[in-house]
């Protein structure tokens, strides 16, 4: 029951960028390989959760992420794409998820989903598709240890970055700073070396990227070399 013990205070929160490989590129037949693969490599892991329903793809659920818990100590950093995250919470604690991110698309108002989050010892993020405006979470951003801006729509690893979402990072990184939260920006879809450091200029503290690392055919230095893109080689 190690995972019972990486509650908000384990949640890595120092300076640099931190890296969240994201298993939906990874081999699905060969997952706890991969895991194992990069884990001392990388600072928390994105397990992507598609229901069919939110999106038109689905992915893995609990007994899955129940697999990989038994095999790694890595924060498990679950984005929910799914039409009723809040059903999922109980289960995906026991589990072995830690963070649980839910879409404001989903509940516009998660005053509610933030505190069965906290009910089942999950940390809470909240995300925004891309067409979704800063404001829209403005009022719920005290709530979050994450905030995930995607810089694709969600559904499917392998698309191509959309710079315009660079904006949106550097409101909430304006926002967070001066009312002094605690959220950390997290940014997936279409991250590479060549954008990774727009993505860190705006305000980025952890970079997902599934392509750039598990389609790579040496993930290890692809996590250095997203590393090194962002925050230089020193
Ligand atoms: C897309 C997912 C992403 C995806 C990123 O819906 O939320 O986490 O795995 O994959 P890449 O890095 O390939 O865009
Ligand atoms: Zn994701």
């Given at each position: 029951?190690?995972?019972?013990s990486?509650?908000?205070?384990?949640?890595?929160?120092?300076?640099?960028?931190?890296?969240?490989p994201?298993?939906?590129?990874?081999?699905?037949a060969?997952?706890?390989?991969?895991?194992?693969?990069?884990?001392?490599?990388?600072?928390?892991?994105?397990?992507d959760?598609?229901d069919g329903?939110?999106?038109?793809?689905?992915?893995?659920?609990?007994?899955?992420?129940?697999?990989?818990?038994?095999t790694?100590?890595?924060?498990?950093?679950?984005?929910?794409?799914?039409?009723n995250p809040?059903?999922?919470f109980?289960?995906l604690a026991?589990?072995?998820?830690n963070?649980?991110?839910?879409?404001?698309?989903?509940?516009p108002?998660?005053?509610r989903?933030?505190?069965?989050?906290?009910d089942a010892g999950?940390?809470?993020?909240l995300?925004l598709?891309?067409p979704?405006?800063?404001?829209?979470?403005?009022?719920?951003?005290?709530?979050c240890?994450?905030?995930?801006?995607?810089s694709?729509?969600?559904?499917?690893g392998?698309?191509?970055?959309?710079?315009e979402?660079?904006?949106?990072?550097?409101a909430?990184?304006?926002?967070?700073d001066?009312?002094?939260l605690?959220?950390?920006?997290?940014?997936?879809g279409?991250?590479?070396?060549?954008?990774?450091?727009?993505?860190?200029?705006?305000?980025a503290?952890?970079?997902?990227?599934?392509?750039?690392?598990?389609?790579?055919?040496?993930?290890?230095?692809?996590?250095e070399r997203?590393?090194?893109?962002a925050?230089?080689?020193e």
């Amino acid at each position: 029951m190690s995972h019972r013990s990486h509650g908000a205070a384990f949640y890595p929160r120092t300076m640099p960028v931190k890296i969240a490989p994201s298993l939906l590129a990874a081999d699905f037949a060969r997952l706890a390989d991969e895991v194992a693969g990069v884990e001392s490599h990388v600072d928390l892991l994105h397990v992507d959760v598609m229901d069919g329903h939110f999106v038109p793809n689905l992915t893995f659920g609990m007994p899955v992420i129940a697999s990989l818990r038994a095999t790694t100590e890595l924060y498990f950093d679950c984005h929910l794409m799914v039409s009723n995250p809040i059903s999922l919470f109980g289960p995906l604690a026991e589990a072995g998820a830690n963070l649980v991110t839910v879409h404001i698309e989903v509940h516009p108002d998660p005053t509610r989903a933030a505190s069965a989050a906290r009910d089942a010892g999950l940390d809470f993020g909240l995300v925004l598709s891309p067409p979704t405006p800063f404001d829209a979470v403005v009022p719920y951003v005290e709530l979050c240890d994450l905030l995930l801006v995607m810089s694709v729509n969600p559904g499917f690893g392998g698309q191509a970055f959309v710079p315009e979402v660079l904006p949106k990072v550097e409101a909430a990184r304006k926002f967070i700073d001066s009312e002094g939260l605690r959220a950390d920006i997290e940014i997936d879809g279409g991250i590479t070396p060549g954008n990774a450091p727009l993505a860190r200029a705006a305000g980025a503290d952890v970079i997902v990227a599934g392509t750039a690392v598990f389609g790579d055919p040496d993930p290890v230095a692809a996590v250095e070399r997203l590393r090194a893109a962002a925050d230089g080689d020193e």
